[in-house]
C-alpha cells in the first residue's frame, strides 16, 4: 500500500500563492497518473488537477490558469503551485495516484490551505 504525505499549505491573502507537495511512495508514484484533490468543510472530496507519469496535466475549470501541477520523478513528488487564490479555494488537499476509476492509495493527513484576509 502506498503513502503519501503532503505539506505546503498555510493561511495566504486573498490574491496570494502557495505551493503544495506531495511526496509517494515509489510503488504508486511511478506508474500511475498523480492527482491533487481538495475537501472543503462539509463537501464531498473532489478532483482538482493531475498528472500522467509522461507530464500530460488536467484541470478542473476552477483550477484552470490559477494552478500548476507538476512531477519530480527522481523525487516521487508532485507540486501544486497555486496563484491567485480566493476563499473558494479553503479546503485541505489532499494528493493520490489514480486511474480512470478514482483514487487508488489509502489518503495521507492532507495539507489546509486557508484564503482569507
Known amino acids: 500500500q502506498g503513502q503519501l504525505v503532503e505539506s505546503g499549505g498555510g493561511l495566504v491573502q486573498p490574491g496570494g500563492s502557495l505551493r503544495l507537495s506531495c511526496l509517494a511512495s515509489?510503488?504508486?508514484?511511478?506508474?500511475?497518473?498523480m492527482g491533487w484533490y481538495r475537501q472543503a468543510p462539509g463537501k464531498q472530496r473532489d478532483l482538482v488537477a493531475y498528472i500522467a507519469t509522461n507530464g500530460t496535466t488536467n484541470y478542473v475549470d476552477s483550477a484552470k490558469g490559477r494552478f500548476t501541477i507538476s512531477r519530480d520523478n527522481a523525487k516521487n513528488t508532485v507540486y501544486l503551485q497555486m496563484n491567485g487564490l480566493s476563499p473558494e479555494d479553503t479546503a485541505v488537499y489532499y494528493c493520490n495516484a489514480l486511474d480512470d476509476y478514482g483514487p487508488l492509495a489509502s489518503w495521507g493527513q492532507g495539507t489546509q490551505v486557508t484564503v482569507s484576509s
Open positions: 515509489e510503488s504508486i508514484f511511478t506508474f500511475y497518473y
